[in-house]
């Protein structure tokens, strides 16, 4: 289990980290997510160590995280950060070997990651030669060439394409079902919605929203979303607490509404008809995006 416990952290008189508390457990993919500056690198590197926090724990198991245990977490850090001259196999090898592993593990480590990343035939050559999406395969084996009890990865998605995305995400949530807690940031919601068991949103240094995808969609209003054959687009009920919110091109165009509590959807229905035939009238499920939007701007 990685704990983060009321971690606070100034850049003179910046705010970056506010009390900022959340934990992933063993097995569970926890997405990051916030916008530009909200916070997210500078707290995987406070769980990293590579920064100092001002006040507030990491714990890994329930014990602070030392530099032993810092050894068994394994980070893909924003800026990168490998040796774009050294051979691929080489460094692989290297960082295996600094942490702990003999030569011939090692060895055996970079050809398993090798062939799982889809990267074998990249391993002579310097990590300069290669595309931005297979430096971030060599990234992401660096990262789990020690075979880490918890993986941190800053953005690893960032940039791939839909087949090396793919392959990211199959090797994550490996690691989460073999009882790793992996935690990532990433501006990609839709993904982060289909691959995370859990989601942490942090704004201005503060997490504003922490839970399953379903929880976080959960929350909020109730809304309808209603299908009116020849309906007019501006069209909103004037049952009192009704409030036209948004549209989505499904099936032709439905119209999204928020209700109040209480307000009888049955009332809204009988409105819906006098404009036209009703071809959908369900409740809408806000996508985490939608979710997003409504949890930074509040
Ligand atoms: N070394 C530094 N010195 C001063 N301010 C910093 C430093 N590093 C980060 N900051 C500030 O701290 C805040 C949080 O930055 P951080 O990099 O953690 O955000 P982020 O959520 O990772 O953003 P992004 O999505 O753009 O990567 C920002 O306002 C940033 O400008």
Redesign the pocket.
């Known amino acids: 289990m990685l704990t983060v416990d009321h971690i606070t952290?100034r850049?003179?008189d910046?705010v970056?980290?506010d009390g900022v508390s959340f934990s992933v457990a063993p097995g569970e993919l926890f997405g990051f997510v916030?916008?530009?500056?909200?916070?997210?690198?500078?707290?995987?590197?406070i769980i990293l160590g590579v920064l100092s926090s001002d006040g507030g724990e990491v714990r890994i198991d329930d014990k602070p995280v030392d530099f032993a245990t810092r050894q068994t977490i394994g980070y893909m850090p924003?800026e990168r950060g490998l040796y774009p001259k050294m051979k691929v196999g080489d460094q692989l090898a290297y960082l295996a070997q600094l942490h702990g592993l003999n030569p011939a593990d090692a060895q055996t480590a970079v050809h398993r990651w090798a062939e799982r990343l889809e990267i074998e035939d990249k391993l002579g050559k310097e990590l300069q030669a290669l595309s931005l999406g297979n430096q971030q395969r060599v990234q992401l084996a660096a990262a789990l060439i020690h075979d880490p009890k918890v993986l941190v990865l800053?953005?690893p998605f960032s940039g791939l394409d839909p087949v090396a995305v793919d392959v990211m995400t199959d090797v994550l949530r490996d690691k989460a079902n073999a009882g790793v807690p992996v935690i990532f940031?990433s501006?990609q919601l839709d993904l982060v919605q289909r691959l995370c068991d859990r989601v942490g949103i942090?704004k201005a240094?503060k997490i504003r929203a922490n839970g399953t995808v379903d929880e976080l969609r959960s929350q909020g209003k109730r809304q309808l979303a209603i299908g009116i054959v020849g309906g007019d687009a501006s069209w909103a009920p004037s049952t009192p607490g009704v409030q036209l919110v948004g549209h989505r091109a499904e099936n032709g165009r439905h119209i999204i509404l928020e209700l109040d509590p209480g307000v009888d959807d049955q009332a809204v229905l009988h409105e819906a008809l006098q404009v036209g035939p009703v071809t959908h009238f369900a409740s809408h499920v806000p996508s985490l995006t939608e979710m997003y939007r409504e949890v930074v701007s509040a």
């Not at 916030?34 to 590197?45: E, F, L, Q």
């Open positions: 952290k850049y003179g910046l970056a980290l916030g916008s530009n500056g909200a916070g997210k690198t500078t707290t995987m590197r924003e800053d953005e940031s501006h942090i240094g």
